[in-house]
């Protein structure tokens, strides 16, 4: 008779507070003793959680997805979303931990949003991709916010920040539409306004939150006459009261999109036809508006980065403690001990440099922003974003090749990983628009030298060989990044700078990371001896430097595939590698 081998889950994974070494470590250095002391036991109710009854519930519930029930048995549209076992059981959570509200209660100040950082970060691996609507609900309190609509505010905002299930919102933001992609300007839903009221016409074709209380909606008012993007406006759309209603008049679910991967996150297409709504601030500049919002959905996709790499990391350690090959445990086998060194390394940089992002937000939320901190929060925005997401990806990866086969069967959700991971490169741009965003951000004034100083500081605060010799690398790729810049600028034009953009945002992204990596392995040497010099070794050695020293035109001609060299030939590559650094 046939016996199955493998008769239950292929890992376990235990308290995800108390086995995560370098979220304690983190929360350790940046926070005060007696703040760290109080938020501790939560984080530790959290993490048992997490690792233990979340973690078998999605095993349980891993065949299932929302589903779209459009009528009910007598006829009448309803358009109710059936959410799985898992965000049913979630979403109470978000509440009760103070998932949301934690950031905005402030009573660590500053490191409120630290404390909400890391409450994410160990409830997202647990919550079947519900960290996008939980990054739209939050940007949508912080747009509220700093719209000054006051009332508004107070009719909205206790509701999204409330710790009380039945009265708990959260929010979307409704922007996409048919043409897609991150020009703004081809958003043709319109606002009309009807006997005294304001109602929204268009049709949304990617709304990641459609399960949501309320969302923030882009529209184009009928009474302007800029068809661009400063005709736009942003709107304030009830949609329902509780969860499991269906969406308010004039809003139509037409139907949940198949995806790649996120398949627990009802993704749909929505019609507005005569859907009440109510300004959120003037008519005009709505995009201008939005900043709130994408900066957090930034560091929402971050920390659902870095969390699920943290997640797949311990998934694969626990297998490979169990795994026997040749009767030895492949952990104990030095090749797969060595990638598993290379993952964990890839994570802790991609770890430090999400909470800085996180840092800087809850130090401009308390106004406690230097001048140079504001430039270096815009420029990490999309920075922490475009190299997080690859990360993962690139992670999960490695992940699945751990579990060999075993990780390639759906039964063990491990593929989900990978899938889930996909979306974070796509998510409120690609890795080129990020990269291009980057580009721009960085050649205002200020923002590089805020980056170069940010390396510094780090640079400074390290006084072990080891450690001084990782961070020279981190120092020689900026470097090298920003000589790039001045070269290209000068001598190749823009077409060569857009070419390079990605290389260069890879680079700075990257030295960033192993320089606030080595920095905390330098405080943290007192309590974990060599290990922090060597995860800051294994990062490095990774590589840190992508700038090549490549004519834009070979690119295009191998893009599209032909050999007219003619057509390119005023533009000859020439030699930088003489000019000086900016910086």
Known sequence: MYVPTMSRKLADLGNQFDTDRVLRSYLKRMCPPEMYAAIKPDLQALGEKTGGELYDLQLQDRPNTPRLVQWDPTGDRIDQIELTDVWQRVLPMVAEHGVISTAYERENGALSRVHQGALAYLLLPASDMMGFLLATTDGSIATLLRSGNEPLIDEVVPHLLSRTPDTFWTSGQWRTEQSGGTDLSKVDTEARYEDGEWRLYGHKWFTSSTAANMAIVLARPESTNDQGRAGLSLFYLPIRDNHDESPADGIRV??????????????????????????????????????????????????????????????????????????????????????????????????????????????????????????????????????????????????????????????????????????????????????????????????????????????????????????????????????????????????????????????????????????????????????????????????????????????????????????????????????????
């Open 254 to 583: 037409n139907r949940l999109k198949e995806s790649m991967g996120a398949k627990k996150l009802p993704v749909s297409e929505v019609t507005l036809d005569g859907a009440v709504a109510y300004p959120v601030t003037e008519l005009q500049n709505g995009t201008r508006h939005l900043t709130p919002m994408v900066d957090r959905a930034r560091m929402w996709n971050a920390l659902i980065a870095v969390s699920s790499m943290r997640r797949g990391l311990a998934l694969a350690r626990d297998y490979a403690r169990k795994r026997k090959a040749f009767g030895t445990p492949i952990i104990e086998k030095p090749l797969h001990y060595d990638t598993l060194a290379d993952v964990q390394a890839t994570f802790e940089g991609a770890f430090h440099l999400t909470f800085r992002f996180v840092e800087l937000i809850g130090k401009e939320e308390n106004d406690a922003l230097s001048n140079e901190e504001q430039h270096l929060l815009r420029a990490l925005s999309p920075l922490a974003k475009l190299i997080t997401g690859r990360q993962a990806v690139e992670v999960s990866t490695e992940v699945i090749e751990a579990f060999g086969g075993s990780g390639y069967v759906e039964e063990t959700g491990i593929p989900a990983l990978l899938r889930d991971a996909f979306a974070l490169p796509l998510w409120e741009g690609t890795t080129n628009v990020m990269s291009l965003i980057a580009l721009r951000t960085l050649r205002r004034d200020g923002r590089l030298e805020a980056v170069h100083n940010e390396i510094k500081r780090c640079a400074d605060a390290v006084d072990t060989p080891a450690l001084q010799h990782a961070m020279k690398q981190a120092q020689d790729a900026f470097k090298a990044a920003v000589q790039w810049l001045a070269d290209t600028l000068e001598h190749r034009g823009e077409k060569a700078l857009e070419a390079g953009a990605r290389r260069f945002a890879y680079t700075i992204a990257h030295a960033l990371e192993a320089a606030l990596l080595i920095r905390h392995a330098q405080w943290a040497i007192q309590d974990e001896g060599r290990r922090p010099i060597a995860v800051a070794e294994y990062f490095t050695a990774k590589g840190i430097n992508h700038i090549a020293r490549r004519a834009h035109y070979d690119g295009y001609m191998l893009a599209k595939d032909f050999n007219r060299q003619s057509l390119f030939q005023s533009e000859a590559p020439i030699d930088t590698g003489s000019q000086k650094a900016a910086l």
